[in-house]
């Protein structure tokens, strides 16, 4: 594989993680059709799957895992649970993150300003009270949590969502945590294909739930 691969953008020489990252060619079958599925997805293979292949096995926990945190439900729905993983990423300051889930935001929402005043600050960008109690209890999940109370979980179903969905808020959240933990230590950086994702609002989005 070209070593143009191994590094964060071209010409930069600035590596995907301070640990070895593995040629695609020796990984798993399972691994490497997951490359393959993530460039037919999105044109490039993230580099949170480079950088997270030094332990094969691992990688395909961790995907698992998120895939099934990203599933929407009636009352947390696919832009929602993008929204808490940065809410969490800003508050972690963590740059992989924030660019990666940045861009999912933008496509998960059709709306690029609002995905990215989101992202920057979410209490400053006109969301309504419930989701803005969803992502303020993501952060405190994140920063206080050891001031988590049972009313914590009440407000929350005050504003429609079932337990299921309040555990999923904390799941995702947590999740977060780990990974940009993870992504921070390891000196993950993220691919430059994100920041051009999804800058165009998309024909006739209309989000009812601001």
Not at 73 to 82: F, G, I, Q
Not at 127 to 147: F, Q
Not at 180 to 204: D, F, K, T, W
């Amino acid at each position: 594989m070209d070593d143009v691969e191994h590094i964060s953008r071209k010409g930069t020489g600035v590596p995907v993680s301070w640990f070895p990252v593995p040629e695609e060619s020796e990984l798993p079958e399972n691994l490497r059709g997951l490359f393959r599925k993530a460039r037919e997805a999105v044109g490039f293979v993230p580099n949170v799957f480079r950088a997270y292949s030094f332990r094969p096995e691992r990688l395909s926990a961790w995907f698992s895992h998120y895939r099934q945190l990203h599933e929407p439900t009636e009352n947390l729905d696919a832009a929602e649970r993008e929204m808490i993983a940065v809410a969490v990423s800003m508050a972690n300051g963590c740059l992989y993150c924030l660019v990666a889930h940045g861009a999912a935001l933008r496509e998960a929402l059709g709306d690029p300003i609002l995905a990215d005043r989101i992202t920057l600050d979410h209490r400053r960008a006109g969301l309504d009270e419930r989701r803005t109690a969803i992502l303020d209890y993501a952060v405190k999940v994140t920063e206080r949590p050891l001031d988590c109370t049972p009313e914590d979980l009440e407000r929350l179903k005050g504003y429609g969502l079932t337990e299921e969905e309040v555990w999923d808020v904390i799941e995702v959240a947590s999740m977060y945590n780990f990974t940009n933990r993870m992504s921070l230590a390891c000196g993950m950086i993220p691919n430059e294909e994100y920041h051009a994702l999804a800058r165009q609002p998309r024909a006739n989005t209309v989000d009812t739930k601001p």
